[in-house]
């Protein structure tokens, strides 16, 4: 199974479309998480496109993509249990703040986003803490990226970056 990780798309603020590298990973995906600040139900649409999706509502999101997604889930996919969640708030860290999201839960993998930085991170209990940073909105980041997710013989973890969103 093959899944791509993407958040904070500000769409159709930061673009209009799906930048062409990113659709180019989104063609042969089994599912697609996003973790965040879509901004608007178009992109939602957009995303739908490629493949089944789910996801959770960022800082950004209205109430109409909270109320489809919510705000934290865990997942269980392929036998690994995942936890998404935006990552915004007060005090902390981003990272610290995903991962005091899902306290008391043991998880494979903990997907957030809002600091639009990727950030992967194998933490002391095996958890994985993942960000894919943005495809859309980089900001002071030297490229634009998303994740992958492979699940098989175990499951890996990696990001794509590429330097246009054109």
């Known amino acids: 199974m093959k899944i791509a990780v ?9 673009a ?6 990113l659709a180019d990973g989104l063609r042969d ?34 109430e109409e993509i909270a109320a489809r997604f919510g705000r934290q889930k865990v997942l269980t996919i392929g036998g690994y ?10 005090g902390k860290t981003t990272e610290r703040r995903a991962a005091a999201a899902f306290a008391g839960e043991k998880l494979d993998l903990i997907i957030f986003g809002h600091s639009h930085v990727p950030y992967h991170e194998v933490l002391a209990d095996g ?9 859309t909105d980089k900001r002071r980041q030297a490229q634009f990226s998303y994740g992958l997710i492979e699940i ?10 590429y ?3 054109k």
């Open 6 to 14: 993407i958040s904070d798309t500000h769409m159709p603020k930061m």
């Open 16 to 21: 209009t479309g799906v930048p062409p590298a």
């Open 29 to 62: 995906v089994d599912l697609i998480l996003h973790a965040g600040d879509w901004q608007t139900l178009a992109a939602v649409e957009l995303f739908e496109q490629f493949a089944p999706l789910d996801g959770v509502a960022g800082n950004v999101d209205g």
């Open 81 to 90: 249990k995942i936890g998404l969640v935006h990552g915004d708030g007060k």
């Open 127 to 135: 958890t994985v803490l993942f960000n894919p940073g943005s495809p």
């Open 152 to 161: 098989g013989e175990g499951m890996r973890v990696r990001h794509e970056f």
């Open 163 to 165: 330097a246009e969103k």
